[in-house]
């Protein structure tokens, strides 16, 4: 597509439930990014994957946050058992294969509110 | 561990005024720096990047930031800011693990 697609745009959940969040990069893209923002809490650094694989996992907050990727494409970010400190807007964001350019292009993100 | 500092959380200026966003980053060795701005109701876009070269870099909008290697800085300025330049300005740092680390942006509110 033109963009970084994510859906959904909204989500409202109550506390326990699993949610799913999915990005569709730009097609072509390697490289596939998963940031958290939240007020006061800049981007928040969680997945990173290269095609299919995720070199990096070092910023998954908690064995309640796991992402896949397929295809070297779509990605989904689940969060089993969400809590009320899940709160925030999800951002995916694609690129070449670093470090050609390291220009990341965002999607618009989902926002995710558990009550 | 790596990180990228943003000095200014809120930052308020009159239309015309001069603007010094300031941005530390903690990493050694070879590294790529960025500034991203989020307008209102709009996803993260670039606004400029730093690889190699000539340090004083140029971005969209009148836009420019000063590579200072010696103090690990990477500081954002425009001489002369608009009202549409309303946004939240977020620095990043890059290394060659392929993570790009954000700090905790800068946001930005100019008054007509």
């Known amino acids: 597509g033109a963009g970084v697609s994510q859906s959904p745009s909204n989500k409202v959940t109550e506390k326990g439930k699993d949610v799913e969040l999915r990005c569709d990069p730009i097609?072509?893209?390697?490289?596939l990014y998963w940031y958290r923002q939240s007020l006061g809490q800049g981007l928040e650094f969680l997945i990173y994957?290269?095609?299919?694989?995720?070199?990096?996992k070092s910023g998954l907050p908690s064995d309640r946050f796991s992402a896949e990727r397929t295809g070297g494409s779509v990605s989904t970010l689940t969060i089993q058992r969400t809590q009320q400190e899940d709160s925030a807007v999800y951002l995916c964001?694609?690129?070449?294969?670093?470090?050609?350019?390291?220009?990341?292009?965002f999607g618009e993100g989902s926002r995710l509110t558990v009550l | 561990a790596q990180s990228v500092s943003q000095h200014n959380h809120h930052v308020i200026l009159s239309e015309a005024a001069s603007l010094e966003l300031g941005c530390n980053y903690s990493?050694?060795?070879?590294?790529?720096l960025f500034w991203y701005v989020q307008y209102p109701g709009q996803h993260l876009q670039l606004l400029l990047k730093?690889?190699?070269?000539?340090?004083l870099v140029k971005g969209i909008k009148g836009f420019e930031a000063e590579f200072i290697k010696s103090k690990f800085s990477f500081n954002l300025r425009k001489p002369s800011v608009q009202w549409s330049d309303t946004a939240e300005y977020f620095c990043?740092?890059?290394?060659?693990?392929?993570?790009?680390?954000f700090g905790q942006g800068t946001e930005l509110s100019v008054k007509p």
């Open positions: 964001a694609s690129s070449f294969k670093p470090p050609n350019t390291g220009e990341l292009f």
């Open positions: 730093y690889f190699s070269g000539d340090p």
């Open positions: 990493y050694g060795g070879t590294v790529n």
């Open positions: 990043a740092a890059y290394n060659q693990g392929g993570k790009l680390i």
């Open positions: 097609s072509g893209h390697t490289a």
């Open positions: 994957f290269q095609g299919n694989s995720a070199p990096d």
